[in-house]
Nanobody, 116 residues
Framework: QVQLVESGGGLVQPGGSLRLSCAAS????????MRWYRQYPGKERELVAT????????NYADSVKGRFTISRDNAKNTVNLQMNSLKPEDTAAYYC?????????WGQGTQVTVSS
């Protein structure tokens, strides 16, 4: 079965950095684009970053552009999100996502809290 497991969240001060990781299994990871979403309490999930199957092309929400970097290692079935210059408004639950056969699959989420 498809499984996505996020890790790396935590508490960090404004201006600090965190690196999120997502371990994928149960599907042909290298054939699929991967995405990071985040969700504020009471709000719908919003797309943060996308990376194509090959890793050649990435896209970012304007709110994180220049601060976050999505990457993947197809040999290890992992996708990462390097988060720099963190702001309080980055505080959210972050989710790894993939889409196959018209179905969305999600990890359990990892909490990022940016606070002094």
């Amino acid at each position: 079965q498809v499984q996505l497991v996020e890790s790396g969240g935590g508490l960090v001060q404004p201006g600090g950095s965190l690196r999120l990781s997502c371990a994928a299994s149960g599907f042909a990871f290298s054939n699929y684009a991967m995405r990071w979403y985040r969700q504020y309490p009471g709000k719908e999930r919003e797309l943060v970053a996308t990376i194509t199957a090959s890793g050649r092309i990435t896209n970012y929400a304007d709110s994180v552009k220049g601060r976050f970097t999505i990457s993947r290692d197809n040999a290890k079935n992992t996708v990462n999100l390097q988060m720099n210059s963190l702001k309080p408004e980055d505080t959210a639950a972050y989710y790894c996502n993939t889409r196959l056969y018209m179905n969305d699959y999600w990890g359990q989420g990892t909490q990022v809290t940016v606070s002094s």
